[in-house]
Nanobody, 127 residues
Framework: QVQLVESGGGLVQAGGSLRLSCSAS????????MAWFRQAPGKGREFVAS????????YYADSVKGRFTISRDDAKNTVYLQMNNLEPEDTANYFC????????????????????WGQGTRVTVSS
């Protein structure tokens, strides 16, 4: 059974940085893409970033390009989201996700395409 556990959220001032982590278990980690989504209060879940199974490609939402970086450490079965120059609009619950198609080098921007989710970690950015 695939399990994803996020950590690293918290309260930070605008302009600050946070690094989120997502630890995965239950199957071979390095065969599958990973993604981060977020959900702000009163809004739907939106795509933030994803990384392919090999780590060779990363995809980002326009709103975070140049500020956020997704990476993976296959030895630790962990995916990271480094968030710099945070803005109040980044306040949300952040979720990591993975899906069941191994060795896929594209991405899915819709939450419906991702099969497994963590419980989320809260990020609050104060102005």
């Amino acid at each position: 059974q695939v399990q994803l556990v996020e950590s690293g959220g918290g309260l930070v001032q605008a302009g600050g940085s946070l690094r989120l982590s997502c630890s995965a278990s239950g199957r071979t980690f390095n065969q599958y893409p990973m993604a981060w989504f977020r959900q702000a209060p009163g809004k739907g879940r939106e795509f933030v970033a994803s990384i392919t199974w090999s780590g060779g490609r990363q995809y980002y939402a326009d709103s975070v390009k140049g500020r956020f970086t997704i990476s993976r450490d296959d030895a630790k079965n962990t995916v990271y989201l480094q968030m710099n120059n945070l803005e109040p609009e980044d306040t949300a619950n952040y979720f990591c996700a993975t899906e069941d198609v191994p060795y896929y080098s594209g991405t899915y921007y819709s939450e419906d395409e991702w099969d497994y989710w963590g419980q989320g970690t809260r990020v609050t950015v104060s102005s």
